[in-house]
């Protein structure tokens, strides 16, 4: 696994103030709510002393609501942005021609959840939709014409439980959604994850039912035709007996590349390769783990180190692994080869009476079994060292059950880059820590709401969550949105095995905390939460030049950042 360690530089002297059925969706006007476009004053940015470009905030439409995923996911299409606001159940419609000042045009408004948007280079847009009342109900995909100025609904699909994510082909020919399949809040009911592959037509206007095929996990059930390697995790309960592999995997994010799409599976550490002409789930491939013993892939695991006090202190850790559970994915190409980039978020399953973390000093208690004597992490178990980490409990066990021999954390609080096999050609290792810890280090690991130093050192770091890929002067870039602490950070992925920093930029004002301070101050704190990404390339760009448009679930904000290259 390689590392690059960044030269690193203060940009900038941070100053811290400051279930429908079609034709059911509709397009809604615009509603009185306020814009504002308000930037920080002074964003933190650290980057490479020959950092090929810079990131600046240039506009943000606020919706006013806190921690309700107002702002989740974002498209766009011909100067205007297309943001998921699940807590509203609709996608907002963002006029970003003058992209220091959005305004809000109009809505597309559902009776379900909307969850995801994608829009093809002719303006049909695509939206996946669950269903409000059950979760666990067939959800529906959501046809909608985008070259309108309020969008005009084309008509609507039936797709599986819990669509998450849709994206669409690069030629245009199809739509691919994962269908997550969470199960229900008391876990009484848990339904399949799978993967639709909807055939587009060639005009902008709604798919029928019969254009839709599902690729289902069912040969990889005991007994079936294809393998399921030993390192996929299915675990937990089974509340139905029957496809107990099916009903455990739950497709979180999609990548399209040809004819083939990659699907992560989040909470199983794997992602699944799809045939879409077939529709059939060709092989699900493990991503393996992080040795947070080795050097290069340290964390800071605790919030009270060394003296009961938060301390910056990325170490190694013998003993000590973690799972990468990706939740962004997204495939590129470099040197003719395809390559899949993943942001290494991390994710527990728990549901109902089912709890699947714990903290390190808890094993041996309350009926959880204790690390093994002979484990190395045996000694590392108090709070200033691993005793505060939350580690899975499905993981590292002994064969007979009676200990745990290794600690198996969430997430690797990195991101990496694969080949199509599965195999690891970079990871980014301990870098996200290192930078962001450059960047603010009164609030290093903060959470998102409340502006605090190591409130998520215990948990999954800074929290990578999503990105997007673009090309800037013929080089590529991952950006890469940071969940916890906030901000995107810039990676160029140009060669993928010797990929590097170049930029890190947070939209963010510690000095409110907005938990703390209340939500009256929320439009003051910046942006809270990155969610989704998307890259606008400079010929679509309403600049001319490239941006890349953040939505952020926690201040509800929709940022767009001016991309400028340094020649």
Same mark, same amino acid.
């Given at each position: 696994?390689?590392?690059?360690?960044?030269?690193?530089?203060?940009?900038?002297?941070?100053?811290?103030?400051?279930?429908?059925?079609?034709?059911?969706?509709?397009?809604?006007?615009?509603?009185?709510?306020?814009?504002? &476009?308000?930037?920080?004053?002074?964003?933190?940015?650290?980057?490479?002393?020959?950092?090929?470009?810079?990131?600046?905030?240039?506009?943000?439409?606020?919706?006013?609501?806190?921690?309700?995923?107002?702002?989740?996911?974002?498209? +766009?299409?011909?100067?205007?942005?297309?943001?998921?606001?699940?807590?509203?159940?609709?996608?907002?419609?963002?006029?970003?021609? %003058?992209?220091?000042?959005?305004?809000?045009?109009?809505?597309?408004?559902?009776?379900?959840?909307?969850?995801?948007?994608?829009?093809?280079?002719?303006?049909?847009?695509?939206?996946?939709?669950?269903?409000?009342?059950? %979760?666990?109900?067939?959800?529906?995909?959501?046809?909608?014409?985008?070259?309108?100025?309020?969008?005009?609904?084309?008509?609507?699909?039936?797709?599986?439980?819990?669509?998450?994510?849709?994206?669409?082909?690069?030629?245009?020919?199809?739509?691919?959604?994962?269908?997550?399949?969470?199960?229900?809040?008391?876990?009484?009911?848990?339904?399949?994850?799978?993967?639709?592959?909807?055939?587009?037509?060639?005009?902008? *206007?709604?798919?029928?039912?019969?254009?839709?095929?599902?690729?289902?996990?069912?040969?990889?059930?005991?007994?079936?035709?294809?393998?399921?390697?030993?390192?996929?995790?299915?675990?937990?309960?089974?509340?139905?007996?029957?496809?107990?592999?099916?009903?455990?995997?739950?497709?979180?994010?999609?990548?399209?590349?040809?004819? &083939?799409?990659?699907?992560?599976?989040? =909470?199983?550490?794997?992602?699944?390769?799809?045939?879409?002409?077939?529709?059939?789930?060709?092989?699900?491939?493990?991503?393996?783990?992080?040795?947070?013993?080795? +050097?290069?892939?340290?964390?800071? +695991?605790?919030?009270?180190?060394?003296?009961?006090?938060?301390?910056?202190?990325?170490?190694?850790?013998?003993? /000590?692994?973690?799972?990468?559970?990706?939740?962004?994915?997204? $495939?590129?190409?470099?040197?003719?080869?395809?390559?899949?980039?993943?942001?290494?978020?991390?994710?527990?399953?728990?549901?109902?009476?089912?709890?699947?973390?714990?903290?390190?000093?808890?094993?041996?208690?309350?009926?959880?079994?204790?690390?093994?004597?002979?484990?190395?992490?045996?000694? /590392?178990?108090?709070?200033?060292?691993?005793?505060?980490?939350?580690?899975?409990?499905?993981?590292?066990?002994?064969?007979?059950?009676?200990?745990?021999?290794?600690?198996?954390?969430?997430?690797?609080?990195?991101?990496?880059?694969?080949?199509?096999?599965?195999?690891?050609?970079?990871? *980014?290792?301990?870098?996200?820590?290192?930078?962001?810890?450059?960047?603010?280090?009164?609030?290093?690991?903060?959470?998102?709401?409340?502006?605090?130093?190591?409130?998520?050192?215990?948990?999954?770091?800074?929290?990578?969550?999503?990105?997007?890929?673009?090309?800037?002067?013929?080089?590529?870039? $991952?950006?890469?949105?940071?969940?916890?602490?906030?901000?995107?950070?810039?990676?160029?992925?140009?060669?993928?095995? $010797?990929?590097?920093?170049?930029?890190?930029?947070?939209?963010?004002?510690?000095?409110?905390?907005?938990?703390?301070?209340?939500?009256?101050?929320?439009?003051? $704190?910046?942006? /809270?939460?990155?969610?989704?990404?998307?890259?606008?390339?400079?010929?679509?760009?309403?600049?001319?030049?490239?941006?890349?448009?953040?939505?952020?679930?926690?201040?509800?904000?929709?940022?767009?950042? =001016?991309?400028?290259?340094?020649?």
């Amino acid at each position: 696994m390689l590392s690059t360690r960044p030269r690193l530089r203060r940009a900038a002297a941070p100053i811290l103030v400051g279930a429908i059925a079609a034709g059911c969706l509709a397009a809604a006007p615009a509603t009185a709510l306020p814009v504002r &476009t308000a930037v920080v004053d002074a964003p933190l940015e650290v980057a490479t002393g020959d950092a090929a470009l810079t990131l600046s905030p240039v506009g943000t439409y606020e919706t006013g609501v806190f921690d309700e995923s107002a702002a989740e996911i974002v498209a +766009a299409y011909d100067g205007r942005l297309y943001v998921v606001n699940a807590q509203a159940g609709l996608v907002e419609v963002l006029d970003v021609k %003058k992209p220091s000042k959005p305004k809000k045009l109009g809505e597309v408004v559902s009776d379900g959840i909307a969850n995801s948007v994608a829009i093809r280079a002719d303006g049909l847009g695509v939206v996946a939709v669950e269903d409000a009342d059950d %979760k666990t109900a067939p959800g529906r995909v959501v046809f909608f014409d985008a070259t309108k100025k309020k969008p005009r609904v084309l008509g609507s699909v039936e797709v599986g439980s819990l669509p998450d994510m849709v994206a669409i082909s690069e030629d245009g020919t199809r739509a691919v959604v994962a269908n997550e399949g969470e199960p229900t809040d008391d876990f009484s009911t848990d339904p399949e994850g799978s993967v639709a592959v909807i055939d587009l037509p060639a005009t902008v *206007s709604a798919a029928t039912q019969d254009e839709v095929r599902t690729a289902d996990f069912h040969e990889f059930e005991e007994g079936g035709s294809k393998p399921l390697p030993e390192d996929v995790r299915v675990f937990g309960p089974a509340p139905e007996a029957d496809l107990p592999v099916s009903r455990n995997l739950e497709p979180e994010y999609v990548a399209v590349d040809g004819d &083939t799409a990659y699907v992560a599976l989040q =909470e199983a550490n794997a992602f699944a390769v799809v045939d879409l002409d077939s529709a059939t789930v060709e092989e699900i491939r493990p991503l393996g783990f992080v040795d947070h013993s080795e +050097a290069g892939h340290g964390i800071d +695991a605790s919030d009270r180190d060394p003296q009961d006090a938060p301390t910056f202190t990325v170490r190694t850790f013998e003993g /000590l692994k973690g799972m990468y559970l990706p939740d962004g994915l997204v $495939a590129y190409q470099a040197a003719g080869e395809t390559y899949l980039v993943s942001a290494n978020e991390g994710d527990a399953r728990e549901w109902g009476d089912y709890v699947e973390p714990a903290r390190v000093k808890d094993l041996g208690d309350d009926g959880l079994a204790p690390v093994c004597e002979t484990s190395p992490a045996a000694a /590392l178990t108090g709070d200033a060292d691993l005793g505060r980490l939350n580690v899975s409990t499905a993981m590292g066990l002994s064969a007979d059950g009676s200990c745990y021999e290794e600690l198996y954390a969430f997430g690797s609080r990195s991101f990496s880059i694969w080949t199509t096999g599965g195999e690891q050609v970079f990871d *980014s290792g301990e870098d996200f820590e290192r930078i962001t810890h450059e960047a603010a280090p009164e609030f290093f690991n903060s959470n998102h709401g409340e502006s605090n130093l190591e409130g998520r050192s215990e948990d999954k770091g800074p929290e990578p969550e999503s990105l997007a890929i673009g090309e800037v002067d013929g080089r590529t870039y $991952a950006f890469i949105g940071f969940e916890r602490v906030g901000g995107v950070i810039v990676y160029d992925i140009t060669d993928p095995a $010797a990929s590097t920093f170049v930029a890190y930029l947070n939209n963010r004002d510690f000095s409110v905390s907005v938990e703390d301070d209340g939500v009256e101050r929320l439009s003051e $704190a910046g942006d /809270l939460g990155p969610e989704g990404l998307t890259f606008i390339p400079a010929e679509t760009s309403p600049t001319g030049a490239p941006m890349l448009a953040v939505a952020n679930e926690v201040s509800g904000t929709t940022t767009l950042y =001016e991309i400028d290259a340094i020649s």
